[in-house]
C-alpha cells in the first residue's frame, strides 16, 4: 500500500522509527506526524537536487562554504541584500565584478542555490557556451526558441571566464 501512495522511500526508515516510537511512546498521531515530516523532508531535498542539477548548479555551493581564509572581504549589508533575492522580484540586473581569484564565480553559484532552495528558475553556464550555442541556433533556426527559454528563467547566471583564464580557480 505504501509503494501505491508513492511513500515507498519511508520503508527504509520506518524500523528506525518504529523503535523510536516505541522507546517514547509516541500516540499513533504523533508517529505518523514524524513520518510523514521525514518523507516531506526528503521531497524537499530530492527537488532541491533536480532542480539545481536542471539550473546546472552544483548543490554544494553555497555561501556557509566560504573559505574565510581569503583576503576577500564582502560588505555585510550587500551580501544580506543580494541573498535576500528582492533584486529578482524587483527585475533589476547583478553583475559581479572583481579581480580573478576573487570568489565572483562561487558568490554567483552559491546565490542561485538560493534562488533554487526558494523555487525559483535558474540557469547557470558560461557565457562563451552560451553564445556558441546561440550562433548555432540562428543556424538551425531555433534562435528564437533558445532565447524564449533564457527569458523565462528568474535568474540566469552568466560566467564570463573562461577554462584556463585562472588555473589557479578551481572551477574556471
Known sequence: MMLRLELGQLLDSLPERLALARSNRLPHHDFLEMLFADEVTRRDWASEQRRAKTAHQDPQTHLTAWNGSTAVTFDRELRVELTSLRFLADAYNVLIMGPAGAGKTFLANALGNIAVRRHHTVHTERADKLFKRLRGARL????????????????????????????????G
Open 140 to 171: 538551425d533556426g531555433s534562435y528564437e526558441d533558445e532565447m524564449c527559454k533564457l527569458h523565462r528563467v528568474d535568474l540566469l547566471i552568466l560566467d564570463l571566464s573562461r577554462p584556463g583564464d585562472y588555473p589557479d580557480v578551481v572551477g
